[in-house]
């Protein structure tokens, strides 16, 4: 997929359309919360999927993903070395010590939530420490990243911020950190992906104007060694190319007066 055509300026939602992203959004969040809680040693990623896609349709939303460009799921699941774009299926199954990323997307009353994230089977704790370190870090990304969403400054600036937060990243936690070519965020609205593609790395001050309501989808995907990658026969699993383990985190994020908002946040399930 292709987003590259340059614009001058980010198109802007106005503040009743950030509501609805954010609407839509927060079924994201409550996918991937529920998915989260689900994944234990044992359970297949089919059973994820079909997680993902109760909490989505019992919100009276659309599940994006599902038919998208022939995409047979409502979530994608990359386990390990696989950085995006796995498909659901009964075959494989989660282990404890597995680091499995999450990416959702749904779509409510015409606008659509989208958001990645990666944790590890069995907590956080399960992980050995450079598959933590590579998560921690991969969140950090983001989160820092995010900052760079505010009115006035460039779409590459969002790209500068993020791939200067990667080489603190690798300082803070000891590690080196591949930023995965090719692949980045995207303008977000009525669609899954709009104009502008976002690249996760970048000189500053270049780009479409980010406007106030301006809305991108930011995902940081890093590895522990190469930049390189390829699709497997599936023609939809992305993995590193030398084997080496991936994290991938996103959120949907608009540029308003006071601050980066994020549309897909995650509130923790109560019973």
Same mark, same amino acid.
């Given at each position: 997929?292709?987003?590259?055509?340059?614009?001058?300026?980010?198109?802007?939602?106005?503040?009743?359309?950030?509501?609805?992203?954010?609407?839509?959004?927060?079924?994201?969040?409550?996918?991937?919360?529920?998915?989260?809680?689900?994944?234990?040693?044992?359970?297949?990623?089919?059973?994820?999927?079909?997680?993902?896609?109760?909490?989505?349709?019992?919100?009276?939303?659309?599940?994006?993903?599902?038919?998208?460009?022939?995409?047979?799921?409502?979530?994608?699941?990359?386990?390990?070395?696989?950085?995006?774009?796995?498909?659901?299926?009964?075959?494989?199954?989660?282990?404890?010590?597995?680091?499995?990323?999450?990416?959702?997307?749904?779509?409510?009353?015409?606008?659509?939530?989208?958001?990645?994230?990666?944790?590890?089977?069995?907590?956080?704790?399960?992980?050995?420490?450079?598959?933590?370190?590579?998560?921690?870090?991969?969140?950090?990304?983001?989160?820092?990243?995010?900052?760079?969403?505010?009115?006035?400054?460039?779409?590459?600036?969002?790209?500068?911020?993020? &791939? %200067?937060?990667?080489?603190?990243? #690798?300082? *803070?936690? !000891?590690?080196?950190?591949? =930023?995965? @070519? /090719?692949?980045?965020?995207?303008?977000?609205?009525?669609?899954?992906? &709009? %104009?502008?593609?976002?690249?996760? #790395?970048? *000189?500053? !001050?270049?780009?479409?104007? =980010?406007? @106030? /309501?301006?809305?991108?989808?930011?995902?940081?995907?890093?590895?522990?060694?190469?930049?390189?990658?390829?699709?497997?026969?599936?023609?939809?699993?992305?993995?590193?190319?030398?084997?080496?383990?991936?994290?991938?985190?996103?959120?949907?994020?608009?540029?308003?007066?006071?601050?980066?908002?994020?549309?897909?946040?995650?509130?923790?399930?109560?019973?």
């Amino acid at each position: 997929m292709v987003f590259r055509k340059r614009r001058k300026i980010i198109p802007a939602k106005t503040p009743g359309e950030l509501d609805a992203m954010q609407a839509a959004g927060e079924v994201v969040g409550k996918a991937l919360q529920a998915v989260k809680a689900a994944a234990t040693a044992g359970v297949s990623t089919l059973d994820l999927d079909k997680v993902a896609e109760d909490v989505i349709r019992s919100a009276g939303a659309i599940p994006t993903f599902q038919g998208y460009q022939g995409f047979p799921a409502s979530i994608c699941v990359s386990i390990n070395t696989e950085i995006v774009h796995g498909i659901p299926n009964d075959r494989t199954h989660v282990r404890t010590g597995d680091l499995v990323s999450i990416d959702c997307g749904a779509t409510l009353d015409g606008w659509v939530g989208d958001s990645a994230w990666t944790f590890g089977i069995g907590g956080q704790e399960a992980l050995k420490p450079p598959a933590a370190a590579l998560n921690e870090a991969t969140e950090w990304v983001l989160m820092e990243g995010m900052k760079a969403m505010i009115p006035g400054n460039r779409l590459s600036d969002v790209s500068h911020a993020l &791939e %200067q937060a990667t080489r603190q990243a #690798e300082q *803070r936690w !000891g590690i080196t950190l591949g =930023i995965v @070519d /090719g692949y980045g965020g995207h303008g977000i609205g009525r669609t899954m992906h &709009e %104009q502008p593609w976002l690249a996760n #790395e970048g *000189r500053p !001050g270049r780009g479409p104007l =980010i406007q @106030d /309501g301006s809305v991108l989808a930011i995902e940081p995907m890093l590895t522990l060694g190469s930049v390189d990658s390829f699709v497997l026969d599936d023609g939809w699993t992305v993995v590193t190319a030398d084997g080496s383990l991936a994290a991938h985190w996103e959120h949907t994020v608009a540029a308003t007066a006071t601050g980066p908002r994020i549309l897909t946040p995650r509130y923790k399930i109560t019973k």
